[in-house]
């Protein structure tokens, strides 16, 4: 028996998942001062996008360690024309880091470095922002070899991805720096924030399925047939 997971019905899901995760981190926060909800218990910590350790964090960074197995799996199966086999391990690599640091915060320490105010309140963004630009650089030969649908795909999810990681964290610490972050409109920007990180992430992992579909890979799971049970001895007579 063989079941092939369709395309189209995994974009469907991965994407209404996504839609489901992103509402409820919405919704929790819109209903909080309504119904005053508790910040530091309940349904909010849980589901809020703006808080860490939840059903959010951990979808993103499952959703990033996929990407992270199946960049492993094309690094693999381009060892046969040996085309930039570095470059797949190397965003593979990149990938299983993100995945971690989404859980564990990593890049948070890099804010104690320097003490900075305004759109660069939070500060890790400026070695971020340096990594992003010589990671861009080392791989602009390797995107100019990628067929063109599937180097545009690989760009725009990951502008999203970036803007929502990098760019939007210079509003969030100018208005952290102000207001704070235990208020609705903290709460409103970092939605935008994370789901763009999320819908980048999802659209990056459809366009790794597809190109594995090109090399000839599908998706699926199989179960091997029951062997034949041995014929049955003749009765004596």
């Not at 959703?63 to 992270?68: E, H, P, W």
């Amino acid at each position: 028996m063989q079941i092939t997971v369709s395309r189209a019905r995994l974009q469907v899901a991965l994407l209404a998942v996504m839609a489901v995760i992103a509402g409820a981190g919405l919704a929790v926060e819109v209903l909080k001062p309504l119904l005053h909800l508790r910040s530091q218990s309940g349904v909010v910590p849980l589901f809020s996008l703006s808080y860490e350790q939840n059903v959010p964090t951990w979808y993103t960074s499952s959703l990033l360690f996929v990407c992270s197995l199946t960049l492993a799996a094309i690094a693999v199966g381009a060892r046969r024309t040996g085309k930039f086999v570095k470059h797949w391990w190397g965003l593979s690599a990149a990938f299983l880091y993100i995945s971690l640091d989404e859980v564990v915060e990593i890049h948070e320490a890099a804010s104690s470095w320097l003490d900075l105010g305004g759109v660069l309140y939070f500060s890790w963004v400026i070695p971020a922002a340096a990594v992003v630009a010589l990671f861009a650089v080392a791989y602009l030969k390797f995107l100019s070899h990628l067929p063109r649908e599937t180097r545009n795909r690989f760009l725009l999810s990951g502008g999203i991805y970036v803007t929502g990681a990098l760019v939007l964290e210079l509003p969030l610490g100018y208005w952290t720096e102000r207001a704070g972050s235990d208020n609705l409109i903290y709460a409103l920007i970092d939605f935008v924030e994370e789901s763009l990180e999320m819908l980048g992430v999802n659209l990056f992992l459809l366009a790794l399925v597809d190109h594995l579909a090109v090399q000839g890979w599908t998706i699926g799971f199989s179960q091997a047939a029951p062997e034949p049970r041995p014929a049955a001895a003749p009765s004596p007579t």
